[in-house]
DNA sequence: CTAACGTTTGTCCAATCGGTCAAAAATTGC
DNA sequence: GCAATTTTTGACCGATTGGACAAACGTTAG
């Protein structure tokens, strides 16, 4: 038996990963709709039926990006565990999905594109893989709570609150560059927003007593 | 002199907003680039020539629509004033930020459609009037933590994370409700999130000392 | 009734799109 | 070196797109 994945030479190997990587670039910054095949080909430097002969249709190479998106993309909720203080482990949590919309960006924006759409073609994933995952981890927040080590709320919008202020900085970062102006929104931004949210998560707004 | 803006009879002024309409509901589901005039005249029940008597290009839809939305999206904004608890009107912005998601998730997807893309068309609104609303709220912000009336932290990043957190219930309506599932998906939905933003905004997640 | 004006539509067009194909060019195995 | 194979490309195709246009239709005022 070969294997299940009929990768063949080196080279096939390159290009389809140049192509890719290319394609991250398009699709993010114009989604799917808004993007060309030619616009993939020029940014990957080939001609458009080269580009075909590496993946038929457009959407395969959508496809395959979606695929590769899910398993990166919730790598940091799976790093989440049981082991040490719940508060430093849910800080952590949101440093890692920080440090995500600053270093993968474009990523964030497929994802957000995708979902934006409907989802058309990650729904089962998110109804599957995603809901699980989440299921796994509000069980272990959940459990922290009856512990009485964090205040009692609903482990699943805490999980939302995380990606929706996490990303962001990555999906509206035009916005969020325009607001805070020249001076404040250099590279020092996600400094202050990291700040910002370990603050809130913790203590909330109510002054020190 | 007349009216500057030439809107001539009362049938032009309905079919118009009867296009805005059902190009509101095609531009937030599919983008800009994803939408056709087709469709959009499609749903709004007329021909494609008809629907370009009234527009005369599919842009002017887009901008039509665009410069109506910065007006109604930033209302809950101009509403925060200096008067009352400062908590309690932060919970009601984030209350009023909430139902906006709710009850407009169109323009909610809308906006976040056109600054995915880089917010090409409306990036000058951005700049100025949306920035000088955000730095006269920020001052307000600023005034209350130098009162203790609230805790210090960054008052810009403070309204990034209530515009993330409220307009994902909008944005990512879908994933919200798959990883939900079928039982907590629902209408429900809304008002957990609202208690829990409030208690998140409020104390954190430290435990009640 | 009819002329003037506002509205609607069928038809058409050029540009762009995703994708095909055959042939040329480059690479590889022997 | 040469044949087989892989890679690359120019030319092409049908479908869809945004938009133009003139003719038809409807409405209203005289």
Redesign the pocket.
């Known amino acids: 038996m070969e294997a299940p994945v009929p990768r063949?030479?080196?080279?096939?190997q390159e290009?389809r990963e140049l192509i890719l990587e290319a394609a991250l670039d398009v699709f993010a910054a114009n989604g799917f709709?808004g993007?060309?095949?030619?616009?993939i080909a020029e940014a990957a430097g080939?001609?458009?039926?080269?580009?075909?002969?590496?993946f038929?249709?457009?959407?395969?190479i959508h496809e395959t990006l979606m695929q590769r998106l899910l398993d990166t993309w919730l790598a940091p909720l799976r790093e989440l565990d049981d082991v040490g203080d719940p508060i430093t482990e849910l800080k952590s949590y949101v440093r890692r999905k920080l440090e995500m919309a600053r270093d993968f960006p474009r990523q964030s924006r497929l994802f957000a594109n995708e979902i934006l759409q409907g989802a058309p073609r990650i729904m089962p994933m998110l109804e599957g893989e995603l809901k699980s995952l989440v299921d796994e981890k509000a069980a272990i927040i959940t459990g922290w709570m009856h512990a009485g080590k964090i205040a009692g709320t609903d482990p699943y919008h805490l999980i939302f609150a995380i990606w929706a202020t996490t990303q962001h900085y990555a999906d509206f970062d035009v916005q969020v560059r325009a607001v805070l102006g020249p001076d404040r929104g250099g590279d020092g931004r996600f400094e202050d927003a990291a700040r910002f949210l370990e603050q809130l998560i913790v203590n909330g707004l109510t002054p020190a007593r």
Chains 1, 2 share one sequence.
């Open positions: 063949r030479t080196r080279i096939q290009k709709r993007s060309t095949i030619d616009q080939m001609s458009k039926p080269n580009l075909l002969y590496y038929r249709r457009k959407e395969d």
